[in-house]
């Protein structure tokens, strides 16, 4: 008895570590697990829907034109884009009817213009485009500027409307095809971009040279706290939306205030006036294309402050703009409002609407 | 009853006077196997009550009035007994001893403060004498606590052990007292017990003895879960020359560390002067390279002590903070720098309008393995003067000096380097009295926070403005390029690292010590001076017969001394904390020396807190001869520790203020009232706090069967309430709160509601085998319960843990080689502190090694490894891995 009594405890302990020798070894250290990115919003790249679908051969044939021009690369599974996405029928209304075309363009008009369709680093939905007046001020894949410290591109406007979705001045026609690496929306005509400043634009038509020498006049004493506005039109990082007279609506303010219908009468005027009347033209860091206005009457707050008021008929295709001094006779006078008589004239810093009377904002 | 013991008492004396014919017997008693002497050995004259002990030398003289021929029967701890016919009186008897194990036999003090044989112990207590530390299957003799029943370890560093025991364990542990050779060695500033740093050389140790639960009664505030006593070697009773030297290797597949060598050289020197003065001095030195806390989980900070694991790598959480990486606690949430950019390139804006409203970001930091030089090491410096004063007594001085490398956990790691401390005392021990005392100085040396030194490397080389700018244009610009969020997030923190200086380059070296040269809050650095004097007296009462009764008191005075980079204090003006407190002990026999009951109570006085009793009430009844029921009520408590009373220290994620009135005053939190973080409706208003206290009831039962099986079981409940406990408040600028207001952050501390229970049992069982041979198994569980709901207990105990042990003191031809092998397993359990919360998974641990006597020259030769299978553990959550230390040791005059 005592001898079983011994051998079983010797026995059983000695059995006993030999179990807890042979028992696995401790756990490793838990290495830091990483957190995995979330998933992707579709299986294809935007590179892959597009090569698989023929409706955008004019697309791959232009991002193939572009090639390494792009600044985006569409086959990039881990990058983000939103891309406007013009299929052929776009190509072909926009007035490129083949991709023999395509293929016989510059390669870097080609890579701009489709930089253009590109806003990087975002994934917008078309539930994401926001309403606000007067639409997302947001930057597209064509860099204008890669200095220091942050890069500048070429802006571009989604916009939120009552008509559906829209960017710049044109409307969303298939939204929200999911990509791996972004969201593609359809669009009826391309998206050209703008070449040049509002400066520009003004100083080559005949008939803004009131306007040039209106601003010039301002710019040469403005209001304290007033900047010089030629440089700032002149600025590609700026954002404008500008109202601007023709010449024979200058001239017919001058009829109606009795001064000679003249260029020469610009320069007669007080610096501050003129320039606090060219500055009521302008809408600052806002791009308010034909479309973003809302349908019916409203205002916003012009470059001094003062609102413009707006009659908008979007069925009509018509745009209309005063300001409060905007009256015809006798007093105290009816409300006038100046007529859009061309539109959606896109610059790099903004886009000018050419209007039938000058804006009085007092 | 009384009166039976005088008549027995009288006749005893009766019995004496009338054989008065005196023989006085000379001997010498000496081991069998080694041929040492054997000191304190009990020679009794077979028949009758007369009796000695032998004294260092072996020798003992005894005189009896008994006629010859007489049997003298010889009786030591670890011996066989022996009897010997004595029928001459005339020269040197000789007696050898054969050395074996006998159980339940060591003579323990610390449980009632007088000697008393370990089986009669009326509380749960554990013994470590000389033998046993030199077999032992551990690199140093401070290992060994890790292996004793109820106990857990927290490993902070090689040179860094925290044990506890029955719960509540951690780095710095503030709720276990250490004694070494009567000195309590808590740092008086850091508040952690520097036992494995200071003290007593491995060779200078002559037991240690080990308390579990509650001992505030006898040891005064603190000991709520355990005292560990650890004795000395008297140079009247161990002189000559010693030493030691180990040498080991370690860090075999280690992932953080090239194996690399360990040093432990220990030498002491004892010399008897004369019969009334002796000396010692003894120095020991370990170098190796530490372990490595390597843990690079993600940890996601919810307050300044909470916090949990969550997924995430640098590469893929822009706000990773990792557990073992420092300086990326420095986080700001990128939407305000994108704002601003916003604001001024509009352009811009409108993209950044899409981004998130909350984008977190983190510096990128440095793992420890970067910030810390790898070399530990611990140099001790001990002496100590005996004079004896009269027959009964000696003054001892004594001075235990250390200073050291070494890596602790607190709210957050920190690095002591060069950290020293110094104690030293004038004892003054009679027979039934000791009057004590001693100061303990402290010095903090170059120490510093980790977290700390490296936000502050990380400015220095880069302003948080210029890194998170740089990476907020970086970002930006990746995200306008097309990249994803992460890819962006990486991009950016290229960009903003780019220079960074690398870990270990010349560079990073100069700004660690530019850091790391400066105190809180401009540094790393944490400057601590802290002192603590102490005086102590005991007595016991001879003359009074009717029961045992022993007085004790004490003062203390903490000088709390961080130049106001640890606590509120300011250059030159520290802050002193005084307590005093008192104790009593009646103890007494009845049923014919069957039942033992004893009580005690305790009384301490805080300057800062109202004075606290604490009573102690213990039984102890043989059942039969070997056979002991055991039960015991006890209170313990603590008062805040100095650092809960006075810490006024920033951490980055909130300031940690202790509890004292004055600091809230500071911070206006009184008149402004901070708000709970996590329901803004609750103000948190000033409460004075109060001492933490336990309430413990224990039943043991310890018995030796058959001279064979020593048996020890205990079962315990314990109520802890006012428990000290940490809480997060937000105070803010307006006095209310609001969405974005400006508020500032701070930990309090408070006694948490309610009472947690606790509840526990222990059995050991060790068993002597034929030939020497020893198995042991201990198996015991702490479990926690009642915890209120959003509590955090730091309660860090498994609910099972076991040790099986084998060994042998001597087989062999010559019983010369002996070996302990000691297996460890304990469960997993949910680890919390105030650096971090998270599993910690069960592990298991083999200690063994193997020894060879060689009595001619008195000294062992041992081949041992602590972590055999060399599988790596941990014993604390982002605490470093501990892998196997293979070592061999010569040890000279030892045996």
Not at chain 2, 410 to 430: A, C
Request: hydrophobic share 40%.
């Amino acid at each position: 008895m005592k001898n079983i009594f011994r051998n079983w405890w010797s026995q059983s302990l000695l059995l006993l570590v030999a179990v807890g020798m042979l028992a696995s070894c401790n756990k490793e250290l838990p290495e830091p697990t990483p957190i995995q990115p979330p998933p992707a919003t579709g299986t294809q790249t935007i590179s892959q829907i597009l090569a698989a679908n023929p409706n955008y051969s004019f697309l791959v044939a232009a991002i193939a034109r572009a090639g390494s021009s792009l600044s985006f690369n569409p086959a990039d599974a881990t990058a983000k884009y939103t891309m406007f996405a013009p299929d052929n029928n776009a190509f072909i209304a926009s007035g490129i009817p083949s991709i023999a075309v395509i293929n016989g363009m510059p390669v870097a008009s080609v890579a701009a213009l489709v930089n253009y369709h590109v806003m990087p680093g975002l994934l917008l939905k078309a539930a994401d485009f926001k309403t606000d007046f007067p639409n997302m001020y947001m930057q597209s894949a064509l860099v204008l500027s890669s200095a220091p410290p942050l890069a500048y591109r070429m802006s571009i406007f989604p916009r939120k409307h009552s008509t559906g979705n829209w960017v710049n001045n044109l409307p969303i026609t298939s939204a929200d095809v999911m990509a791996s690496n972004g969201v593609m929306h359809g669009v009826p005509f391309l998206l050209s971009p703008p070449t040049q400043v509002i400066a520009q634009i003004l100083a080559g038509n005949a008939n803004f040279t009131y306007l040039m020498a209106a601003i010039a006049r301002g710019d040469a004493g403005p209001p304290p706290g007033g900047q010089a506005l030629l440089p700032l039109l002149s600025n590609g990082a700026a954002n404008f939306t500008l109202f601007a007279p023709t010449n024979q609506a200058f001239n017919n303010l001058f009829a109606a205030l009795g001064l000679p219908q003249d260029i020469s009468t610009i320069n007669a005027l007080p610096t501050q006036q003129v320039w606090g009347i060219v500055a009521f033209h302008l809408l600052l860091n806002k791009r308010a294309f034909f479309r973003n206005f809302p349908d019916g009457q409203s205002t916003f707050p012009s470059l001094i402050g003062v609102p413009q008021q707006y009659k908008v008929s979007l069925a009509a295709g018509t745009l209309e703009v005063r300001g409060p001094a905007n009256l015809i006779p006798p007093a105290p006078g009816t409300p006038y409002y100046a007529k859009a008589t061309a539109m959606d004239a896109h610059a790099v810093n903004g886009v000018v609407h050419t209007i039938d009377a000058v804006l009085l904002p007092q | 009853m009384l009166h039976l013991v005088a008549v027995l008492i009288l006749a005893n004396v009766l019995t004496i006077a009338a054989n008065a014919q005196p023989v006085t017997l000379k001997g010498t008693v000496t081991d069998a196997t080694t041929k040492v002497p054997v000191s304190a050995a009990s020679v009794v004259v077979k028949g009758s009550t007369t009796g000695t002990y032998t004294d260092e030398a072996g020798n003992f003289t005894i005189t009896t009035s008994q006629p010859l021929p007489i049997t003298l029967e010889i009786s030591a701890v670890n011996y066989q007994n022996q009897s010997v016919v004595v029928s001459a009186a005339s020269g040197n008897i000789s007696i050898t001893l054969e050395q074996t194990v006998a159980l339940g036999q060591e003579v323990v003090v610390s449980a009632t403060r007088t000697p008393a044989r370990i089986l009669e112990s009326p509380v749960s207590i554990e013994r470590v004498g000389t033998t046993a530390i030199r077999g032992a299957a551990a690199a140093n003799y401070y290992d060994m606590i890790n292996n004793l029943k109820g106990v857990d370890v927290v490993t902070s560093s090689l040179t860094f052990k925290t044990p506890a025991t029955r719960g509540f364990n951690g780095s710095g542990n503030t709720r276990v007292n250490q004694i070494m050779d009567g000195m309590d060695n808590q740092a008086p500033g850091l508040n952690f017990s520097v036992g494995s740093i200071i003290g007593l050389t491995e060779l200078d140790v002559d037991n240690f003895e080990l308390l579990q639960g509650a001992s505030s009664a006898l040891y005064g505030p603190g000991g709520m879960n355990g005292t560990i006593l650890i004795n000395g070697k008297s140079p009247f009773k161990y002189p000559g020359l010693s030493f030691q030297i180990k040498t080991g290797m370690m860090h075999f597949n280690d992932k953080g560390r090239d194996v690399s060598p360990y040093y432990n050289w220990a030498v002491r020197w004892g010399q008897k002067v004369s019969d009334k003065f002796a000396f010692k001095i003894g120095a020991e030195l370990v170098q190796a390279k530490d372990w490595l806390a390597r843990d690079y989980r993600n940890y996601l900070r919810q307050s300044s002590t909470t916090g949990k694991i969550v997924p995430g790598t640098r590469e893929t959480d822009p706000n990773y903070d990792g557990a073992n990486v420092y300086g990326d606690e420095a986080s700001t949430n990128m939407r305000s720098i994108l704002d601003i950019i916003g604001g001024n390139a509009f352009f811009a804006s409108d993209f950044i309008k899409t981004l998130p409203t909350n984008i977190p970001v983190s510096r990128t930091g440095y793992t420890e393995n970067e910030m810390i030089n790898p070399n530990t090491y611990t140099f001790k410096l001990t002496g100590a003067l005996h004079y004896k004063l009269a027959k009964n007594v000696e003054a001892i001085l004594a001075a235990n000096w250390g200073t050291g490398n070494s890596v602790y956990t607190g709210s957050q790691r920190y690095s002591l380097k060069d950290f020293k401390i110094g104690q030293y005392k004038l004892d003054i021990v009679g027979k039934n009295w000791y009057v004590r005392g001693y100061t303990t100085q402290e010095n903090s040396g170059n120490s510093s926070n980790l977290t700390f030194s490296a936000i502050k490397l990380n400015e220095a080389w880069k302003s948080n403005t210029a890194w998170f700018t740089e990476y907020t244009l970086g970002y930006l610009n990746a995200k306008l390029a097309g990249k994803n969020e992460m890819d962006a997030h990486n991009i950016a923190r290229g960009i903003a690292d780019v220079g960074r200086p690398a870990a270990g380059s010349q560079q990073f070296k100069d700004l660690m010590k530019q850091v790391t040269s400066k105190p809180i809050p401009v540094g790393g650095q944490f400057v601590d001076r802290s002192d603590l004097y102490m005086a102590e007296g005991q007595y016991s009462f001879e003359q009074i017969k009717f029961a045992d009764i022993m007085v004790g008191g004490n003062w203390k005075q903490y000088v709390l001394n961080s130049q106001g980079t640890l606590f509120a204090d300011k250059a030159g003006e520290p802050i002193t904390i005084n307590e005093v407190g008192a104790y009593i002990q009646v103890a007494k026999s009845f049923l014919n020396e069957k039942l033992r009951l004893s009580a005690s109570g305790r009384y301490d006085k805080n300057e800062n807190f109202e004075g606290r009793f604490t009573p102690r009430v213990t039984a102890l009844y043989k059942v039969a001869k070997s056979h002991n029921l055991r039960f015991s009520y006890q209170t313990a408590y603590r008062f805040p520790s100095t650092q809960q009373q006075w810490i006024d220290l920033d951490v980055v994620t909130g300031r940690l203020l202790g509890e004292n009135i004055a600091l809230w005053e500071k911070y206006n939190l009184i008149n402004n009232a901070p708000y709970n973080p996590l329901d803004l409706s609750e103000r948190i208003t000033y409460v004075k706090t109060k001492p933490e206290s336990v309430t413990s009831f224990e039943l043991g039962y310890k018995s030796v069967i058959k001279s064979k099986l020593m048996v020890d079981v205990y079962g315990y409940v314990g109520e802890y309430q006012n428990f000290l406990s940490r809480r997060d408040a937000i105070q803010f600028a307006s006095g209310v709160p609001a969405p974005n207001a400006p508020y500032s952050a701070y930990s309090v501390v408070v006694n948490a509601p309610g009472k947690v229970k606790t509840y526990g049992w222990g059995a050991s069982f060790d068993y002597l085998l034929p030939k020497g041979f020893t198995a042991g198994l201990n198996l015991s569980s702490d479990i926690l319960k009642d915890v209120p709901e959003g509590f955090r207990a730091n309660f860090n105990a498994p609910k099972l843990r076991t040790n099986v042990s084998v060994g042998n003191t001597g087989f062999g031809k010559k019983k010369l080689v002996g070996f302990n092998l000691v297996w460890k397993w304990q469960d997993g359990f949910f680890y919390e502190s105030d650096f971090i919360q998270d599993d910690l998974p069960a592990f298991h641990n083999v200690d063994a090694s193997i020894n060879i006597k060689s009595p001619r020259i008195r000294s062992l030769i041992k081949i041992g490894a602590n972590n055999l299978l060399n599988s790596y553990y941990r014993n604390a959550v982002a605490n470093p891995m501990v892998g196997g230390l293979y070592y061999v040791s010569f040890a000279y005059n030892v045996l």
